[in-house]
């Protein structure tokens, strides 16, 4: 087995072999798996193993190319597409009409007659002008006329985008928690992915820059960032989606989504044990922590999973009734406050996640220029969490020591250092403690569209008709980031 696990070895789309019907199911459960000595992307890709060898989840999930087709649908946002190609085309028409008007001829090099009254003052405001001249003045006023065309096409396009995103970025402005922060970031990152997208698409095809990958000449590049950062999500290219959006697996997923689609397999899969509950551990944690994250981090977050699940579930899985105080049980643990302390009892600081490192190549691009807003919600984000340490400390489910641990992570990571020290010694991961201490705090977790979304997407019955759905329906990917 490799030190490292690939995106090629796992990825969401990994479903059981037909083969694997017909065997014997193993009597041993996931605690017989050892962490000894094994990195977190080993341990996770063990566990898979052990879980599809088991057989328990056959038929559960499609096979893994409608999977992926399903799963590339709902990462591709039709809207946004729809909306760039209006404000293109719009402004585009509107520039290029205004343009001409002022010149007194078209790009065509026809003379402009039939001008609408009210624009009738600007018509040939620009005197002796041939564009069939040679003359350096005709040249470069047709160069002009061309320019601001471009431009018009390219505000359009801008325009267009961002009123497709307006609501989503309406439902992020005010972040509080740590994947609510995340998600905000990947906002900030997509706004130059717009203008790239919007300049790719003022070239458009014909100009043969859909050649280049480079942001700002290929419309397709620029599309890609901008989708995935408006909807906090990562690039599924098999073998580079480290590089591209700093992924340690093939999944979409990422942190705030990625914890709303654990919630909804954890209690509405049936099995004993889900197969890809360490899949989606590993998946959401290892963009955060990097080097920091251990097998026995991922371990310990999925008995976390359990302590919660196994609250509920009978055999055959959690009963209908259950099932809304299950999810409402586990969003509490793993979203917002509970999710801050399950972390620190783990031993992995939120406070070192820095901002400025997120997201790969695509993140890396959404800096330029951004750096000031980014270290501003930086220090938003540790100032707020410096403000909630006392209430768990008051609550009884962090400790003191555990507390100066975070801020000492604060002030490290505040002047680009490493945080190596380890927190102080905890008896075990507290994820009933962080259920309490989430209703002593009167913290309720968030419920919005895109619960219905995976809801829909996750329950139980005839998976075809299931991505059917998804796919036909170009309003439902808008409701993916709340």
Known sequence: MENTLTQDKISPNTTVDNNLSQAPLIELDRNSLSTQGKTAAEYTYEAMKFHFDRGEDKGYAPPKFVKWLGDAALAVLPTNRLYTAAGLTSGLVVAGNTASIVTGYSLLNEPVKNVPTFLKWMHGKVKDYN?????????????????????????????????????????????????????????????????????????????????????????????????????????????????????????????????????????????????????????????????????????????????????????????????????????????????????????????????????????????????????????????????????????????????DWVKEGIELTRKHKTQDTLPPVHEEVAAPKAEAMVHSLGIKSKQGSLDNLIRSATKQGDWRESVLKQRQNMDSPRLVVE
């Open 131 to 403: 564009p069939a001249s040679l003359d350096a003045r005709s040249k470069w006023i047709k160069y002009a006329q061309t320019a601001v065309y471009s431009l018009g096409g390219i505000l359009g396009a801008k325009l267009g985008s961002d009123i497709a995103y307006s609501d989503t970025k309406k439902l992020n402005k005010n972040p509080k928690y740590l994947e609510e922060y995340l998600t905000s970031i990947s906002h900030t990152q997509g706004e130059n992915w717009a203008w790239a997208a919007a300049s790719g698409a003022a070239f458009g095809s014909s100009a043969g820059t859909f050649l280049l990958p480079i942001p700002g000449l290929n419309y397709a590049t620029g599309i890609i960032g901008r989708v995935t950062s408006m909807q906090d999500r990562n690039t599924m290219v098999a073998g580079l989606n480290e590089f591209t959006s700093g992924a340690a697996t093939s999944s979409y997923l990422r942190l705030k989504e990625g914890i709303h689609f654990l919630t909804y397999y954890a209690v509405d899969n049936p099995t004993r044990e889900p197969a890809q509950i360490e899949y989606l551990a590993y998946t959401l944690l290892a963009p955060l922590f990097k080097d920091k994250l251990t097998a026995d981090h991922i371990k310990q977050f999925t008995d976390a999973v359990y302590k919660v699940r196994d609250q509920y579930w009978q055999k055959g899985g959690i009963p209908k009734e259950k099932r809304a105080e299950a999810l409402s049980t586990l969003k509490e643990v793993f979203t917002g406050a509970g999710l801050e302390v399950l972390l620190i009892d783990m031993g992995l600081n939120p406070a070192t996640v820095d901002f400025g490192k997120l997201n790969g190549i695509i993140g890396k691009f959404g800096n330029l220029g951004k750096s000031d807003e980014i270290n501003k919600k930086q220090e938003e984000y540790w100032k707020a969490l410096e403000e909630r340490l006392p209430k768990y400390v008051a609550s009884g489910i962090l400790t003191q020591e555990r507390a």
